[in-house]
């Protein structure tokens, strides 16, 4: 139903709450201490990428700084037994790359340092995630944020374009850190890794 919200943020709780206010609509989003960390507080517009979750007698706005931790989220709620806030405790104590790391090298103890995961748990993630972490989107390379006019929005923008079309996500990656320039925007950046891609 959502995709994602660019609007200001109101309010950053170190509970973990976010109050972003969009067209004049204030939204609350659960967010990880990783995205709450991300989150500038300039009061400029900012895009948070949210899953909506849907309770019985309540729905849940979950808050992500890019899509990598999206993904991540998703993946966790797909094992048995995991919810939303052992997901999101997960991200907030180790993050997308070391979760990743943690699947990769199928060690579940990295999982069980985080509070709310016991031993039963953090092997069924290993389990049964260890052969989708190629399902996690590649984070996007600091080097292509850091050049000017190459923002975090439009590199995110133009990678979300080029996964829809169907491109793996770390080649997208690796093309949009060939061809980032100063002052380009997500259209400019998409068609120019597009080219690199074919």
Do not use: C, H, W
């Not at 094992?79 to 990769?104: D, E, H």
């Not at 923002?151 to 080029?162: D, I, N, P, Y």
Request: charged content about 25%.
């Amino acid at each position: 139903m959502y995709d994602f919200l660019r609007g200001t943020v109101v309010t950053v709780e170190a509970a973990g709450r976010l109050s972003l206010e969009v067209g004049g609509v204030g939204y609350s989003l659960r967010v990880s201490e990783q995205t709450r960390r991300a989150i500038p507080l300039d009061g400029k517009p900012v895009l948070i990428f949210v899953r909506l979750q849907v309770k019985e007698d309540d729905l849940v706005l979950f808050g992500f700084s890019d899509v990598a931790e999206r993904a991540a989220f998703d993946l966790l709620l797909s094992v048995q037994q995991v919810g939303p806030a052992m997901a999101m405790g997960i991200l907030s104590q180790l993050g997308v790359p070391m979760l990743r790391a943690a699947l990769v090298s199928k060690n579940p103890a990295a999982l069980r340092k985080v509070k709310g995961v016991g031993e039963k748990s953090a092997e069924r993630i290993v389990l049964e995630l260890a052969d989708k972490v190629d399902r996690l989107p590649a984070e996007i390379s600091s080097t292509v944020v850091g050049r000017p006019g190459a923002g975090l929005q439009a590199v995110e923008e133009a990678s979300r374009g080029l996964v829809v079309l169907g491109f793996g996500a770390r080649e997208v990656a690796a093309a949009l850190e060939q061809v980032a320039q100063p002052g380009l925007g997500a259209e400019e950046l998409l068609r120019a890794a597009l080219a690199v891609l074919r």
